[in-house]
């Protein structure tokens, strides 16, 4: 397969499961958190398929297209490492969605990005809050929700805080 259709592939994914979760995150109260901004697509994205909720967004800096950038309450800055474990005073109440896209498509860096993460999610998810993500995940008060047909397996994990 081609890198593009490999691309594709994972796009298209994304997309699939965002909406997927739509339904289900909103019987769940809370914020929803991107963890990663880039260009901002996904974020533009969930802020059209969650009308109702507020949306965080995390990255070290702001670089995605002006047509979707975040307003300045909304955005926080830095190293998520940090700013996800000290953000509790801007974003109050506890997440019922944190969409993940910070994988560095290096194993080892995804290896030390699981581990200092998944402590720092548990802390900000409320219970029965979903967390999608293209890492694999240790969480041990969450259980792992089958994806929708059609996803490739591993891709993608979908996560529920019970
Ligand atoms: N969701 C984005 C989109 O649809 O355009 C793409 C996100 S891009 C793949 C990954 C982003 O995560 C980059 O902008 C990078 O700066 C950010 N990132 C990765 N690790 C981070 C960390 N530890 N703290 C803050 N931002 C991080």
Redesign the pocket.
Known sequence: MSRLDSFIRRMTSQKILLEYLVEKVNQVDGPVLEL????????DHLREIYPEKEIFV???AM?CHPSCAPDADHMILG???DTLAFCEPRVGAKASFAHI??GSADPTNDLAIVHWLAPLLNERMAVGGFVLTALKLELSNFETLDKPEGIHPGRYHIYRKV
């Not at 990663?36 to 974020?43: A, D, F, I, K, V």
């Open positions: 990663g901004l880039g260009n901002g697509r996904t974020y995390f990255d070290f670089n190293d998520i490492r896209d910070i």
